[in-house]
């Protein structure tokens, strides 16, 4: 596995460099490809997986990319991350914010919807920077996730608790 990691690593900083050396911002990027400046970071750090129809618009956004990095963000990425990044300031805020207010989004995403939750694989972000009423800047996340309600379970519901076809 350390090999593995080491790998990893190694892909996504020549990934960042091919954006570094593009002299683009994730929101360029992000509008020479049409996808979300979140999707063009999560690529560049193998959180993502790049489709095939996306390819021509990345590579001319992003002339760097070789062919090997470009088949590498094609295969599935292992999702994941490293634990030690609730440390970083920012990453410890937004864990900070949705503890804060995760229990009322809930109960509103409950009133609103009924039994059930913000997908995070239907899933869109973005971040944004706007100017607040007193002209300072700020953060706007957007997070759009399809809505998914829990299920009764019914076990004749069951695929795997049904009789085999053709008995």
């Given at each position: 596995m350390?090999?593995?990691?080491?790998?990893?690593?190694?892909?996504?900083?020549?990934?960042?460099?091919?954006?570094?050396?593009?002299?683009?911002?994730?929101n360029q990027i992000a509008e020479e490809t049409g996808l979300t400046n979140v999707y063009v970071a999560q690529l560049l750090r193998r959180q993502a997986h790049l489709k095939a129809d996306t390819v021509p618009k990345l590579r001319a956004a992003l002339?760097?990319?070789?062919?090997?990095?470009?088949?590498?963000?094609?295969?599935?990425?292992?999702?994941?991350?490293?634990?030690?990044?609730i440390q970083e300031p920012t990453i410890y805020r937004l864990n900070e914010a949705v503890m804060h207010f995760g229990e009322s989004i809930k109960e509103i995403i409950n009133e609103d919807f009924g039994d059930g939750i913000m997908s995070a694989i239907d899933f869109y972000c973005s971040v944004d920077k706007v100017k607040g009423v007193d002209g300072k800047d700020r953060v706007v996340i957007t997070f759009d996730g399809k809505y998914l309600?829990?299920?009764e379970q019914k076990v004749e519901h069951m695929a795997s608790r049904q009789p085999p076809q053709g008995s």
């Open positions: 350390e090999g593995s990691s080491s790998r990893r690593a190694s892909l996504i900083r020549e990934l960042q460099d091919a954006k570094q050396s593009s002299g683009k911002s994730y002339p760097h990319l070789t062919h090997e990095h470009i088949q590498e963000m094609m295969r599935p990425p292992m999702r994941c991350y490293d634990p030690c990044l309600p829990y299920t």
